[in-house]
T-cell receptor, first 115, second 115 residues
Framework: AQSVTQPDIHITVSEGASLELRCNYS??????LFWYVQSPGQGLQLLLK??????LVQGIKGFEAEFKRSQSSFNLRKPSVHWSDAAEYFC?????????????FGAGTILRVKS | GAVVSQHPSRVICKSGTSVKIECRSL??????MFWYRQFPKQSLMLMAT?????????EQGVEKDKFLINHASLTLSTLTVTSAHPEDSSFYIC???????????FGPGTRLTVT
């Protein structure tokens, strides 16, 4: 079964600083990987996803993530954080052989941005 | 495109009553919808997979008779929490998978409070 670990529950960064949110997954084959963002009381918005090909994936709002098979990681990065990026971020994994089916989510990382 | 709505966005009900939550795909057809539950400061946990015209598939530990799911059309799935109790208070999020691309799109969530 798939599992996702987001080691950091909270992260605080200064506005304008760079950001990296960690995500490690456990899965026997090559997974589909996703990053979602959730503002308080809201649903999830897809930031980016990895299926295959280029391991560096570009997403919306200036985010990118890199799939590293050897490390079973899919870390999310942004070179310069804006105050509006404060939210909770979820990494998710799906089974490649049944794409579009259930997703397993990590526990989430709450990002705080200080001015 | 690819908008999923949920109604209501918030609901407060008394213990012992039933509550129905609707999930609609507004501009695409979805043969499959998913229902997730999110406790405060926790991740999303898949409750069940709803397939149009057939019975829902529930995850282990989810009571079928308590959480009734109906997927009567390609654009609507409903979750009914029967005989609600305070421990059912949670944030319920649905997602809908579009037919051609098999992408999951998430609704904005429904906050259920049982008093």
């Amino acid at each position: 079964a798939q599992s996702v670990t987001q080691p950091d529950i909270h992260i605080t960064v200064s506005e304008g600083a760079s950001l990296e949110l960690r995500c490690n997954y456990s899965y026997g084959a090559t997974p589909y990987l996703f990053w979602y963002v959730q503002s308080p009381g809201q649903g999830l918005q897809l930031l980016l996803k990895y299926f295959s090909g280029d391991t560096l994936v570009q997403g919306i709002k200036g985010f990118e993530a890199e799939f590293k098979r050897s490390q079973s990681s899919f870390n999310l990065r942004k070179p310069s954080v804006h105050w509006s990026d404060a939210a909770e971020y979820f990494c998710a994994v799906g089974a490649r052989e049944e794409y579009g089916n259930k997703l397993v989510f990590g526990a989430g990382t709450i990002l705080r941005v200080k001015s | 495109g690819a908008v999923v709505s949920q109604h209501p966005s918030r609901v407060i009900c008394k213990s012992g009553t039933s509550v129905k939550i609707e999930c609609r795909s507004l501009d695409f057809q979805a043969t499959t919808m998913f229902w997730y539950r999110q406790f405060p400061k926790q991740s999303l946990m898949l409750m069940a997979t709803s397939n149009e015209g057939s019975k829902a598939t529930y995850e282990q530990g989810v009571e079928k008779d308590k959480f009734l799911i109906n997927h009567a059309s390609l654009t609507l799935s409903t979750l009914t929490v029967t005989s609600a109790h305070p421990e059912d208070s949670s944030f319920y999020i649905c997602s809908a998978r579009d037919i051609p691309l098999r992408e999951q799109y998430f609704g904005p969530g429904t906050r259920l409070t049982v008093t």
